[in-house]
């Protein structure tokens, strides 16, 4: 290590020190608020301490007993682009526009890293035009997105469409803001 | 799959009686409509009348119709009830054409029925003629009585003794869509639901005979075809597959079935033998298109259906035992859901324009395409089984109705439910009897 890393690495402990100690008040578990879905493990031993060597040698420090990102299935991250399960098209296009394929990208990273998981793409249109067609169109736009995912790494047996083509609309609306919510492909996981 | 399979339990059929009623409305006439005065039909008994009015069937069904104008009753200056009473003279001054005169006679639970037409321009009887029904006949025999005035008349067969089937959709008290398939006479009287589902039902199509019905439902989430007995209620699934079936379509034999079907990720016609339920494919879809839609032409020959291969939607035209598609239509980016008429002349659709999806009519001998409705969103067209009018499905103030225009655009009628709900994917059923 460096002079400069040395001295750096210093000022991350005394400030992890100091916020060790103003943080631990505040640890306390707060029981009346119901029973968490999952009880994350804390570690029973502060993080840090012993093995610094700093001058003052009463020093004591702690973690602050939280992971600092998601745990649990990424799905269930509601800060993930995986909460996003709804890609929207345009009237009478099964293109998958560029403001949506940072989604799918998600998407298709955490079924690579998942080979288990099962996802149906939903197909949907809006209600101009006749229904038969509607469902055609509503299964384009899911292959759509199958054929990203594919590209992307995604397995074939991960991956079924289906089409409700206008029969299942998202927004009742007989005008385009109704219209463009409901030409959509959503993400339905098995879980 | 969400709540599918608990919808699925609450999916059952009944046969009840009559729940939404369809008015109808004459939204234009045709000009030059053939004056006609239908007298009420005389009560030939001391007891109370029976309550069904034959002659307001044929006044309402004649009218609908565009090519008569009835003559209100309030003008008459007289109410024969047999030919012998018809001082034709009264009515050429009222300018009848012809006049409808009748009596009904109960003989015990059966109801004599007579009915004589007369031309009163020469002064002579076209067509009499008696007959006995029971009561819950009454109302089908005024239709069919309309019919023997029309063929008199028009010299074309009438389709009023014919049913309709349609979809009305709702939003049940809790919240939650309700979808039923009901089945009604051609005039919206007597409508009766045959299927009651969670899930949407579309694409209705008639058995030739007009005893039963092929339809698409989605009540186990990805869609299949179901035909059920209209009479009985009963019901079988047309194919047990995991791939996706819609559009299904009779063969005028009614020995087949052509249907949409996705299978390994294409979207083709099918054709599906109703004794064995082999399936054979019909089309070969380019990898970015589908096609759907099918319809089978009156003389069994070929299957137009609705292709997106070249990227906008057409109609194209093959042969029922395979080989090269011909495309159909060109006018315009967007001309699907193809139907015949009966003569297998014209070629019925939805067209879209700058101003929506209008339902046109394509003379294929000719090449002529005439676009008969101007309202905004109009879809599933379907001939009377004479060809006279085309029934469709529209919107009216934000609401589904159905609606029918005869296939030269002078005429058109709205019938709207009288109870709430959407009406939708109208199919108009063949004649009942030979």
């Known amino acids: ?191 | 799959m969400r709540k599918i399979w608990f919808y699925a339990l609450g999916i059952f059929l009944t046969m009840g009686q009559a729940q939404a009623v369809l008015k109808i409305e004459i939204t234009k006439g045709a000009e030059g409509a053939l004056p006609i005065a239908i007298v009420p039909f005389a009560w030939k008994a001391s007891s109370v009348p029976v309550t069904q009015k034959l002659d307001e069937v044929i006044t309402a069904d004649l009218h609908r119709s565009g090519l008569f104008d009835p003559i209100p009753k309030t003008d008459f200056l007289s109410w024969p009830t047999e030919g012998s009473e018809v001082r034709c003279k009264d009515w050429r001054l009222l300018g009848a054409e012809n006049i409808v005169v009748g009596n009904v006679r109960p003989i015990g639970e059966i109801f004599e029925v007579r009915y004589e037409l007369f031309d009163v321009l020469r002064c002579v009887q076209v067509e009499g003629q008696k007959f006995r029904v029971q009561g819950n006949q009454l109302r089908r025999l005024g239709h069919q009585i309309s019919d023997r005035i029309y063929k008199a008349l028009t010299g074309e067969r009438g389709a009023f003794a014919t049913r309709i089937a349609y979809v009305v959709a709702s939003m049940g008290d809790d919240g939650k869509p309700r979808y039923m398939l009901q089945v009604a006479d051609s005039d919206g009287f007597n409508a009766r639901t045959i299927l009651s589902s969670p899930e949407s039902i579309i694409s209705l199509a008639w058995s030739p005979d007009g005893t039963r019905l092929a339809y698409a439902s989605f009540e186990h989430g990805p869609v299949t075809v179901y035909i059920q007995d209209v009479t009985t209620g009963e019901r079988e699934r047309l194919i047990n597959t995991k791939d996706q079936v819609s559009g299904p379509a009779w063969s005028p034999d009614g020995t087949r079935l052509a249907v949409v079907m996705s299978r390994g990720g294409k979207r083709d016609i099918y054709l599906v033998d109703l004794a064995t339920r082999a399936t054979k494919r019909l089309t070969r879809t380019s990898a970015s298109g589908f096609n759907t839609e099918p319809v089978w032409s009156p003389d069994g020959d070929y299957i137009v259906y609705t292709s997106h291969s070249g990227g906008r939607p057409q109609l194209y035209r093959v042969n029922a035992t395979g080989g090269r598609a011909k495309r159909l239509t060109f006018e315009g980016k967007y001309n699907t859901r193809g139907t015949f008429s009966p003569d297998g002349k014209l070629l019925g659709m939805v067209h879209a324009d700058g101003a929506g999806y209008h339902i046109a009519v394509l003379e294929l001998e000719t090449g002529t395409f005439r676009v008969l409705s101007r309202t905004r969103l109009d879809e599933s067209p379907s001939f009377a089984p004479n060809g006279s009018m085309i029934l469709y499905a529209t919107r009216d103030r934000n609401r589904g109705v159905l609606a029918a225009a005869s296939a030269d655009g002078r005429v058109g009628q709205r019938f709207e439910l009288q109870e709430r709900g959407d009406a939708r994917e109208p199919a108009w059923g063949p004649f009942l009897t030979p």
Not at chain 1, 78 to 100: E, G, I, N, T
Not at chain 1, 109 to 127: C, F, I, M, Q, S
Not at chain 1, 148 to 173: D, M
Request: glycine share 10%; proline share 5%; aromatic share 10%.
């Open chain 1, 1 to 191: 290590m460096t002079g400069f890393a040395r001295l750096f690495a210093l000022f991350g402990v005394i400030a992890l020190f100091l916020y060790g100690c103003s943080a631990v008040p505040v640890e306390e578990p707060d029981t009346a608020a119901g029973e968490p879905e999952e009880i994350i493990e804390a570690p029973q031993e502060p993080l840090a301490g012993e093995e610094f060597d700093v001058e003052d040698g009463e020093a004591d420090t702690m973690g602050i007993e939280e992971p600092l990102g998601f745990r649990g299935d990424p799905l269930d991250d509601p800060d993930s682009l995986l909460a996003k399960r709804v890609v929207y098209f345009d009237f009478d296009s099964a293109v998958v526009k560029d403001d949506f394929s940072v989604i799918v990208e998600a998407h298709a990273g955490y079924l690579t890293d998942h080979p288990g998981a099962r996802v149906t793409l939903e197909g949907h249109g809006d209600e101009r035009g006749t229904r038969e067609y509607n469902l055609g169109l509503g299964e384009r736009r899911a292959q759509a997105i199958q054929q990203f995912l594919l590209l992307l790494g995604a397995s074939n047996q991960q991956i079924q469409t289906v089409s409700y083509g206008e029969e299942r609309p998202a927004s009742l609306n007989h005008d385009e803001e109704g219209w463009q919510l409901n030409r959509r492909v959503e993400f339905v996981y098995e879980r």
